[in-house]
């Protein structure tokens, strides 16, 4: 086990109690202190009097310790700095003064982060930016084991962000290997397993992360586009003469099969080359009339 785990702070259960109670006594108090402020003002009997302000300070004072949470919000217990544990009970709750309480939320949150200029797998510049939810499991460590959780995820998601960059490409031109265009479910497990490891210190948990913006940088997206472009026009090219091949292969198939005509070598080259022609041409095909033979 590392050092740093061994040094983590570990959430723990606070010993606190139902402020519904506390307040009915408190109030009880408030008034058994007014009654006997009368009472030895009437009688002019000096230990009522400091009955009612002994009453009076331990109200006020134990006023002091009570606290609200809300659904899914925590209050992390201190006193005089040491951590006590955390009281995850929603409602009015009440401690026992001096101790402090801090309020966390438990709820899950989203992170937009902003675009970030960095360089893919190949050298390529390129504009990345992530979303990523993540709450709140561990109160202790996320108040006690980082500086400051909220600005430390954002960090976090940051350097997360530049590194899967540099694990794939923009795009697979080349190669045949998963890229960040191509493959975004790879790409958000692979961000979210690298965030959880970042973000376990602190007590954090990703529900999910995905990129929310992914593009070439502006010096080079006019060059990437046409690329993109011509890779499109290549491969549309490809299909249309793989189709055309096939569709030359049958019509021979059906001549010779119902006896149609017979064709030599060199007829049969002949036709494939029309054929072709017709197929693979961007423009409408002209039909040509011919009056004789190929031998004359």
Known sequence: MSAQALNRTVESKATTQNGIMILLLCLLALV???????AGIELRDVALLVISGLLLFISLFTMCGFYTLQANEAAAVTLFGDYKGTDRTPGLRWVVPPHMVTKISLRARNVTGEKLKVNDRRGNPIEIAAVVVWRVTDTASALFDVDAYQPFVDIQIETAVREIASHFAY???EHAEPTLRADADQVSNML???????LIVAGVVIDEAKLSHLAYAPE???VMLRRQQAEAVLAARQKIVQGAV?????????LA???????DTERKA?????LLVVLCSDNDAQPVVNAGTMYQ
């Open 32 to 38: 058994l202190s007014g009654w006997t402020f009368w």
């Open 171 to 173: 795009d697979n031109a």
């Open 192 to 198: 979210r397993e690298k965030l959880q490891e970042r």
């Open 220 to 222: 080079i997206a006019s």
């Open 246 to 254: 096939e569709m030359v292969d049958q019509a021979l198939k059906h």
């Open 257 to 263: 099969e119902k006896n149609v005509v017979e064709l």
């Open 270 to 274: 002949a036709m494939v080359t029309n």
